[in-house]
T-cell receptor, first 116, second 112 residues
Framework: DAGITQSPRHKVTETGTPVTLRCHQTENHRYMYWYRQDPGHGLRLIHYSYGVKDTDKGEVSDGYSVSRSKTEDFLLTLESATSSQTSVYFC???????????????FGPGTRLTVL | DAKTTQPNSMESNEEEPVHLPCNHSTISGTDYIHWYRQLPSQGPEYVIHGLTSNVNNRMASLAIAEDRKSSTLILHRATLRDAAVYYCILRAHNTNAGKSTFGDGTTLTVKP
């Protein structure tokens, strides 16, 4: 299994509080991603990173910010959590190989966040 | 971005083959067809990918239509552990994988 951990694995918080989720990898992959998954639906990209301090927005980035100060860590912050951000959050990594069709993503175990 | 269309759900009996279809009529010439699956309470995992030719690996086979507008993931002998949501995704090689979209996928139920 790819070395990806997420912390915390479960969190319950109250509306209006800040929350930070951490993704840690030991694979030295260049790309890192944060997704959210709501019940019965697929994953939606929040933010991604293509290198240290290089990040960009995904399709559902409002209300979220990210930081990547080291290759191995990608942090997702909810500045002021809302009930609509109750979801399961997945981190993923990838390292596409030049001149190859290889472009696999590896996913972490997920963090279940509940905002009351 | 090109999108894929999959049935919401399918059922199979254990130890029988399963054919999971995917339509991608707007696929571009540089898009690879990737399949991922998500077991209950886990993150998605890679299954297989291909461009034009059919592909086989230890998990599954991928059959790609000649016009590339559709593909089929084949599980040769379904087991209870294959019960999962299967996602068909289009992805250009050597690019930001996050640019590809996970739809809602097909929920596969395997009956003993």
């Amino acid at each position: 299994d790819a070395g990806i951990t997420q912390s915390p694995r479960h969190k319950v918080t109250e509306t209006g509080t800040p929350v930070t989720l951490r993704c840690h990898q030991t694979e030295n992959h260049r790309y890192m991603y944060w997704y959210r998954q709501d019940p019965g639906h697929g994953l939606r990209l929040i933010h991604y990173s293509y290198g240290v301090k290089d990040t960009d927005k995904g399709e559902v980035s409002d209300g979220y910010s990210v930081s990547r100060s080291k290759t191995e860590d990608f942090l997702l912050t909810l500045e002021s959590a809302t009930s609509s951000q109750t979801s399961v959050y997945f981190c993923a990594i990838s390292e596409p190989i030049e001149a190859s069709s290889y472009n696999e993503q590896f996913f972490g175990p997920g963090t279940r966040l509940t905002v009351l | 971005d090109a999108k894929t269309t999959q049935p919401n759900s399918m059922e199979s009996n254990e130890e029988e083959p399963v054919h999971l279809p995917c339509n991608h009529s707007t696929i571009s010439g540089t898009d690879y067809i990737h399949w991922y699956r998500q077991l209950p309470s886990q993150g998605p995992e890679y299954v297989i990918h291909g461009l034009t030719s059919n592909v086989n690996n230890r998990m599954a086979s991928l059959a790609i239509a000649e016009d590339r507008k559709s593909s089929t993931l084949i599980l040769h002998r379904a087991t209870l552990r294959d019960a999962a949501v299967y996602y068909c995704i289009l992805r250009a090689h050597n690019t930001n994988a996050g640019k590809s979209t996970f739809g809602d996928g097909t929920t596969l139920t395997v009956k003993p």
